[in-house]
């Protein structure tokens, strides 16, 4: 039953898309006042109330499992616990689609529901933009992947959840970064009601900044812990591997990164109106490439997707119809826009032009090379492309872009002159080159770890110069806000740097009571048990760590899951200030002895800390630009109300 | 370096009940004994695919397979052989998929032209747009 008005909750969700597609089409046009075009805004509330039932119906029938639920019988199973039973709603294609569905109108409700800066026609189109992503989404389940078939008779016994995916982190990922994708095609759908409706100044980039900002902390947060899961669950002490599955969430974060630093020119200053179009377009682009990627199996084998093209075609399809909507839409009206203010060379917006085609050409090549072995797959040939040959092109463009933040905050809006700045510029290039020599003259680092050191150590202080000549207390939110979220770019930098420069590697076999040297770590290995878990049985590993006196216990397992049959391999972690003691539990190796992987990673955890100083900074930007909002609205009602009693007062 | 692999070897196959990958490839979990071999190593077999896995290198991976390609990495660098005779052995017999490190060759040369090209549109925008706003 349960399933049932989950499905009958999706196709009534998808008969309120049509209307508010139809309503919002209809007052899109000039003049429009009619009864129908005023049901748009109603239509978008009910529809994302009514795909939050819908989800709520799946999530349930994942509750109980309901093994007459096809999707259920598949992934699921009874023995598992309660959270990841739940958590097994969104870990398949079926769940996790109608998860981006429900976030996606859930989103078209809150702008129709609360934004009421911009005219009516504004909001018709831009809802009327939502309604036609949601139902090409709508459709894709609907008519290829429904989560609430039925299986006739129940399956006995259900095939259960991919173990690695039973974890806190793997819950919580895919609805961060679905809340990152649909965040910017709330973006995307206010640019095309601008391109529509040709308002693109400042008031369409501070209606847009708060959902970029939202979907780009949302991604940076989703990229942060698949990048931590990667790391402590699959068990290869690695943390980014420009896999591209990982890929496609770094694209839309480097479009969004870009879109959210065009998006503050415009509001600010009124210039780059084309340019912050054009980047809106190109991030939506960005998370259709990303679900494309991840949804239509393409990644495994080219040749799966041949074979079975419904679901990759029809995805492929809509990302055909919405990127070269987008595009056409662009090219027919982006003339008709005026470029907005000048600038000159140097100055703020001078800088953030910097950023914006940096970050454009990062994003180039990070398409280039997630695409480029799937062209040469379908063509015949098979080729890899991994951290050698991402990490030094992607830094010919990066180290220019993290050279120009280092001062770029600091600098004037509209023009200014580098002299201003000359005391922390210099004091910029003492720390890099002091850093630089250190480094080379010093340690192992190789030639990027050495820069990205430098720089990060430069970046660490530069990022507060916005600082010099204010009054502490009348620093905006907002600025705090963009400081910290720069100071975090040089922590995570620096975990990065030091984590590829210094790490510590020891593989040994060792029997009970032999002792192990590991970077300033000394591991003794006491015995190895079986213990059990609740749908698992393992090996556990006992082994006693210390450094300078301190001694601790570490337990990484080698776990047998049953319902899925498969093994996984628990990290044990031991985190200090200055990073992480990463151990693993490897195969019985003979004779009582056991295999054992230990890595020391020198500060390896500022990865990740950097990632939540930057998803911060933008929350504080969000409520520092909210407040500013909200006080300019009052301060121009204010001056509203007086003028109107002046005048009221004249004519007595 | 060569007598570390044997006594490896010798060690291995000596150990009763030791389990099938340790005896065949001995060197797929043993770390060489000289520090600065054992770094190259490393650093290649970072940059190898395993070619039974979905997105990971041989230094990476639990693979059987996996195992047998660091043996073979690990007793060659030991035999003396460079990191990139290795990797050219190894394209070699595996072809280009094998390395993470695409070379510039009929297939791959487009991923160095074209960021090139990229560069060089960079350029051309920032000359452009902050060029003609300057003084």
């Known amino acids: ?652 | 370096m060569i007598a570390t692999g044997l006594a490896a070897i010798a060690l291995a196959v000596a150990a009763p009940g030791a389990g099938q990958a340790v005896s065949s490839a001995p060197l797929a979990n043993t770390q060489l004994a000289d520090p600065q071999a054992e770094a190259q190593a490393q650093d290649l077999m970072e940059e190898l695919r395993c070619l039974t896995c979905q997105s990971q290198s041989i230094a990476d991976s639990n693979a059987p397979m996996a195992g047998d390609m660091r043996h073979q990495v690990r007793s060659r660098i030991a035999a003396g052989e460079s990191p990139e005779e290795v990797r050219a052995w190894l394209v070699e017999r595996y072809g280009d998929y094998i390395t993470y490190r695409p070379g510039i060759g009929s297939a791959t040369w487009p991923l160095y032209a074209l960021p090139i090209l990229f560069l060089l549109i960079a350029l051309v925008v920032l000359v452009r747009r902050l060029g003609r706003n300057g003084e």
């Open chain 1, 1 to 652: 039953m349960i399933a049932e008005l989950g499905l009958a909750a999706l196709w009534l969700a998808a008969g309120l898309c049509v209307l508010q597609l139809f309503a919002g089409v209809l007052g899109a046009r000039a003049g429009d006042d009619g009864v129908v075009s005023a049901l748009t805004r109603p239509a978008a509330i009910v529809q994302g109330l009514v795909l939050l039932v819908s989800f709520a119906c799946l999530l349930r029938v994942f509750a109980v499992t309901d093994l007459s639920v096809a999707l259920v019988a598949a992934n699921s199973h009874a023995d598992k616990p309660l959270i990841y039973r739940i958590s097994g709603a969104w870990g398949n294609h079926e769940g996790s689609m109608l998860l981006w569905v429900t976030i996606l109108g859930l989103c078209s409700a809150l702008v129709a529901a609360f934004e009421r800066r911009m005219d009516d026609r504004f909001m018709k189109s831009m809802l009327a933009a939502q309604a036609f992503i949601g139902l090409g989404f709508i459709a894709f389940l609907l008519f290829s992947s429904n989560p609430f078939a039925r299986l006739n008779p129940p399956a006995d016994f259900g095939a259960g959840l991919n173990p690695l995916l039973q974890d806190i982190g793997l819950a919580l990922h895919p609805p961060t970064l679905y809340l990152g994708y649909v965040g910017l095609s709330v973006a995307f759908s206010f640019v095309v009601a601008g391109l529509v409706t040709r308002q693109a100044g400042p008031e369409l980039a501070r209606v847009m900044r708060p959902w970029v900002l939202a979907a780009w902390i949302a991604l940076t947060l989703g990229i942060a812990a698949g990048s931590y899961w990667a790391y402590y669950e699959l068990g290869w002490g690695g943390w980014w591997f420009w896999d591209p599955v990982e890929n496609a969430s770094l694209m839309p974060w480097l479009a969004a990164t870009a879109l959210l630093h065009s998006v503050g020119v415009l509001a600010a200053r009124d210039a780059l109106r084309t340019w912050t179009i054009m980047l809106g377009v190109v991030a939506f682009s960005m998370s259709m490439v990303g679900t494309f990627l991840v949804r239509s199996g393409i990644l495994t084998s080219v040749h799966a997707f041949a074979v079975d093209p419904e679901r990759g075609g029809f995805i492929l399809a809509l990302l055909a119809l919405y990127v070269g909507g987008a595009f056409a839409l662009f090219a027919l009206r982006a003339g008709a826009l005026a470029e907005g203010k000048r600038f000159a060379t140097i100055s703020r917006e001078g800088a953030l032009v910097f950023n914006n085609v940096m970050l454009s050409a990062i994003l180039a090549v990070v398409l280039l090379g997630t695409l480029y072995p799937l062209l040469a797959e379908a063509f015949g040939t098979r080729v890899s492309i991994g951290p050698p040959y991402y990490n030094p092109v992607t830094a010919v463009f990066a180290v220019p872009m993290l050279l120009v933040l280092l001062v770029g905050p600091m600098l004037r809006w509209k023009r200014d002159k580098l002299s201003r700045v000359r005391v922390p510029v210099a004091l910029c290039v003492a720390i890099l080159a002091a850093g630089l020599t250190v480094l080379v003259f010093f340690t192992e680092a190789g030639v990027l770890s050495t820069i990205g050191l430098a720089l990060a150590a430069a970046l660490a202080l530069a990022s507060w110069f916005p600082l010099r000549g204010r009054k502490l207390r009348r620093v905006p939110l907002a600025l705090w806000g963009s400081m910290l979220a720069h100071f975090g770019i040089a922590v995570s930098l620096f975990g990065m740097a030091s984590e590829s420069a210094f790490s510590i590697e020891r593989l040994v076999a060792v029997e009970a009571g032999d002792v192990v040297e590991v970077g300033p770590f000394t591991a003794s290995l006491r015995a190895v048990e079986p213990v059990a878990g609740p749908n698992w049985s393992a090996l556990q590993g006992d082994i006693l760590v210390s450094r300078g006196g301190s001694e601790t216990v570490l337990q990484p397992q080698a776990r047998y899951f049953t319902e899925p049959a498969q093994n996984t391999s628990e990290a044990a972690l031991l985190t200090r200030w200055d990073g992480q003691l990463y151990a693993i539990l490897g195969d019985a190796a003979g004779e009582g002895r056991w295999q054992l992987r230990l890595w020391w990673k020198p500060f390896v955890t500022l990865i990740w800390y950097g990632a939540l100083l930057i998803a911060l900074g933008g929350l504080l930007s969000i409520f520092g630009h909210l407040r500013g909002s909200a006080r300019s609205r009052k301060i121009r009602e204010e001056v509203a109300r007086r003028r109107a009693e002046k005048e009221r007062r004249a004519r007595a």
